[in-house]
């Protein structure tokens, strides 16, 4: 069981930033938002603030960031591991920026096959699995201010069936 924070970033030009993770184990990929794990201690703000700095290079002010927009309960199914993990997701506009990785953790670096902006047009047209699948939704939130956090539907995302993984280390994905 771990607690995540998860955000999108909106440019300027109305893209939002996601990620191309994987599991090794089975040669699989899918997208994801830029966001982790909530070390202890630490406030969602806080890990919002240090997981995009590390993720992206940019260093995002606690007063750019907006939300929690939504929260949810996910299973996450890998091929050496299954995840309970609780999100809550938090929105961001941002100038258009290029993306450093220098920041990722060591299986980042192994996991995650690289990164680009994505229009709400492109996340229409995907025929790539994207995490989460109601990733539309959420962005249709962020104008939406006085309904947040809306409280979404256990779901569960996985490379392989959670029922199929196998409990292990949980690691910062």
Not at 64 to 81: E, I, K, N, T
Not at 128 to 151: F, H, Q, R, S, Y
């Amino acid at each position: 069981m771990r607690s995540t924070v998860r955000v999108l970033l909106v440019d300027d030009q109305d893209r939002v930033l996601l990620f191309q993770d994987s599991d090794p184990g089975i040669d699989k990929t899918w997208w994801i938002l830029p966001g982790g794990g909530i070390d202890p201690g630490e406030s969602e703000l806080d890990a919002v603030v240090r997981e995009i700095d590390e993720e992206t290079g940019l260093a995002l002010g606690r007063a750019a960031v907006l939300g929690p927009l939504a929260r949810r309960h996910v299973v996450h199914g890998y091929s050496d591991q299954v995840v309970d993990q609780d999100d809550a997701f938090y929105v961001a506009r941002v100038a258009t920026f290029e993306v450093s990785t220098v920041g990722f953790t060591p299986e980042e670096q192994v996991t995650i096959q690289q990164h680009r902006w994505w229009s709400r047009a492109d996340v229409l047209a995907a025929t790539d699995e994207i995490w989460p699948a109601n990733l539309m939704d959420l962005w249709d939130l962020v104008g939406v201010t006085k309904a947040w956090p809306v409280v979404l539907d256990q779901v569960e995302e996985s490379s392989v069936p959670a029922s199929l993984g196998h409990h292990g280390a949980v690691q910062d994905r």
